[in-house]
């Protein structure tokens, strides 16, 4: 019993991804960093699993002689795969995960000698169990995955991330309004770093969303302690 209702509401979830658009284009105004961001994100399913992915840049690199924005500045990209070959099974709500993350980014330094200079956001691999939850209609979902990862010429003293994925669609009954987000905990040397960005969307028309997101981060990106980056943005559903 427990397989045909588990095998029934995974094609119910195929057939609703893939009847709504899997890739979306986001673009943000980060009030804690004064600059644009833009995100391509992405999520599919087949029959062996999903993948997903995003490529985020962050429009901050200026001439530095008027502040013109000349380039992106900063750019950081994730791609997941979940391996799912045991639909049909018991432990069907468990995934084998796959993963890869990496950028560069740059600092500006003193004119005129050398003014920009770049530093590397050091390539991780990762690999885990994901599992999966959800509410009878699929509106409100959760992912809890536990990975190890490992990072190019980075020492990490716990080589282990955890990360929860929430989604909330149609929240407190509002049609169109949906809350979105995830949290992510790992460790760098001996810190632990801890990030998460909650989003809030409101569908406007078929494929054009307003919104906001929040960074709330711990120890990140050269930033010590914990620290709040709020953002308003759109949402373009492909």
């Known amino acids: ?19 709504n658009a899997q890739t979306n284009f986001q673009t943000f105004y980060d009030f804690g960093r004064g ?29 530095l002689s008027d502040g013109t924005i000349l380039s992106p500045g900063n750019t950081y990209f994730e791609i997941a795969r979940c391996l799912n070959f045991w639909q049909d099974s018991k432990l069907a709500p468990f995934s084998w995960q796959l993963e890869y993350n990496g950028g560069f980014g740059h600092y500006v330094l003193n004119p005129p000698i050398d003014p920009y200079a770049a530093f590397p956001v050091n390539s991780a691999f990762l690999t885990g169990v994901d599992y999966f939850m959800h509410s009878k209609d699929f509106k409100n979902t959760l992912n809890l995955k536990l990975l190890y990862k490992y990072f190019v010429k980075l020492p990490s003293k716990v080589p282990l991330q955890f990360t929860a994925v929430w989604g909330c669609q149609d929240l407190f009954g509002a049609p169109g309004l949906r809350f979105s987000g995830f949290i992510d905990f790992w460790c760098e040397y001996d810190n632990l770093v801890i990030l998460s960005e909650p989003q809030i969307w409101y569908q406007l028309f078929d494929h054009f969303n307003i919104g906001s997101e929040v ?15 709020p953002c308003l943005g759109t949402k373009w559903v492909f």
């Open 1 to 19: 019993m427990f397989k045909k209702l588990f095998v029934a509401a995974f094609a119910l979830l195929a057939m609703a991804t893939a009847a």
């Open 35 to 63: 600059h644009f961001t833009t995100t391509m994100e992405g999520f599919h399913m087949d029959n062996w699993g999903n993948t997903f992915f995003f490529i985020d840049y962050d429009y901050n690199l200026k001439d």
């Open 215 to 229: 960074e709330f981060s711990y120890n990140f990106a050269g930033m010590q302690g914990f620290n709040i980056m």
